[in-house]
């Protein structure tokens, strides 16, 4: 299950080499795909938001025609698959993606085409895969109101919601506010990017100005919770609302790293607050910048935390109840696939352990 995840920040190195190379485009700093998938790791690492966000240069220029978008599109969902994700929810800015002339409705359209065929192709392969688009509008831009229009037209195609992505320090989000205010009359979803680069301030105006439903990170909201020298933990009036609120924190934790917004990954709040009961999630942002999956994810968070298969399964039937899907739907996965997938390599592993030399815990 997985909320937050960026089309153009998790293309393949080798497509993302090849469709450089059909139109052109000598921005990249490589033509070897293994050698492009290492660069972006490395110059990811260790960076602050903004110049994390150069990296979308090269992703952006290429995905520029109705069937780059469908064949990225296609891909991405093909991999999630592959990884074993069964839900997703990927985002993306239809701005973007009209430099070359593309009008905003063949952008969302052709996206979506390749989401379906992706779906399609992971049926046929024995991986069946529900994906969904969010339509995300920049801060720095002034297009908002005319994104949320478009989610809103879409939303029985196969778009689950609205989003603001971008720069947060100097971007308040006041000037969005008709934007969230139209996705509000017409009973639409939305997420903010809140809490990432900036702090309390950004999370507060995502839920009381925007009213929106999720939290696109929420990492920052740790700035309102003290942890005490013997143990106990007092959390301020913002994270009392959004825990007692049940708000979804869309967290990532391998980009927060990568971003500066934790120092490492033992320093991430995921562990903290997922033992205060926080509605959090795990997912991926940017697999191409970060280098990840949805299952290296959640194996290195195991690994840090001391994590076991009841807390990844708890991890994920939260990402599932704060899906922007129905509740049937959202009921059907968690009863009929999430609890049972989780169960048997919860027995699978108990029997494991029962011989020598063997570990319980999630490979």
Same mark, same amino acid.
Request: with cysteine.
């Given at each position: 299950m997985l909320l937050h995840d960026h089309l153009d920040g998790g293309l393949r190195p080798a497509t993302l080499v090849e469709m450089a190379a059909a139109i052109g485009y000598e921005g990249l700093p490589t033509k070897s795909p293994e050698e492009m998938g290492r660069r972006f790791?490395?110059?990811?690492? /260790? =960076?602050?938001?903004?110049?994390?966000?150069?990296?979308? #240069?090269?992703?952006?220029?290429?995905?520029?025609?109705?069937? #780059?978008?469908?064949?990225v599109a296609r891909e991405c969902v093909q991999d999630l698959a592959e990884d074993g994700v069964v839900y997703a929810e990927v985002r993306f800015a239809p701005e973007l993606h009209t430099e070359a002339g593309l009008r905003l409705e063949p952008v969302v359209e052709s996206v979506l085409a390749g989401? /379906?065929? /992706?779906?399609?192709?992971?049926?046929?392969?024995?991986?069946?895969?529900?994906?969904?688009?969010?339509?995300?509008?920049?801060?720095?831009?002034?297009?908002?109101?005319?994104?949320?229009r478009l989610a809103v037209h879409y939303r029985d195609a196969g778009v689950a919601g609205f989003d603001v992505a971008g720069p947060e320090a100097g971007y308040p989000l006041v000037p969005h506010l008709e934007a969230f205010n139209l996705v509000q009359r017409e009973s639409f979803h939305a997420t903010v990017h809140a809490g990432e680069a900036f702090g309390l301030p950004s999370i507060w105006q995502a839920l009381q100005?925007?009213? #929106?439903?999720?939290?696109g990170? +929420?990492?920052?909201?740790?700035?309102?919770?003290?942890?005490?020298?013997? +143990?106990?933990v007092t959390l301020g009036r913002l994270a009392?609302?959004? $825990?007692?609120?049940?708000? &979804?924190?869309?967290?990532? &934790?391998?980009?927060?790293?990568?971003? $500066?917004?934790?120092?490492? =990954?033992?320093?991430? &709040?995921? +562990?903290?607050?997922?033992?205060? /009961?926080?509605?959090a999630t795990i997912n991926t942002d940017n697999r191409l910048m970060s280098g990840v999956s949805l299952s290296s994810e959640m194996a290195g968070c195991a690994e840090v935390f001391g994590w076991g298969w009841a807390e990844l399964k708890w991890?994920?039937?939260?990402a599932m109840k704060s899906a922007f899907c129905d509740f049937d739907e959202r009921l059907a996965l968690i009863n009929g696939v999430i609890k049972p997938g989780y169960d048997a390599l919860t027995a699978e592993a108990a029997f494991r352990v029962s011989g020598p030399g063997t570990s319980a815990g999630p490979h």
């Open positions: 790791v490395t110059e990811a690492s /260790g =960076l602050d938001l903004v110049r994390y966000l150069q990296g979308f #240069a090269h992703t952006v220029a290429v995905m520029q025609t109705a069937e #780059a978008l469908e064949r989401f /379906g065929a /992706g779906m399609d192709l992971a049926r046929a392969a024995g991986r069946p895969i529900v994906v969904r688009a969010l339509l995300t509008a920049m801060r720095t831009a002034a297009r908002s109101l005319e994104i949320a100005l925007c009213r #929106a439903e999720r939290l990170h +929420g990492v920052r909201i740790l700035d309102d919770i003290t942890v005490h020298e013997d +143990g106990g009392s609302y959004v $825990r007692d609120c049940r708000v &979804p924190l869309e967290l990532c &934790p391998t980009s927060n790293v990568h971003t $500066r917004a934790v120092g490492n =990954l033992a320093e991430h &709040p995921i +562990g903290l607050l997922r033992k205060l /009961g926080f509605r991890l994920s039937i939260n």
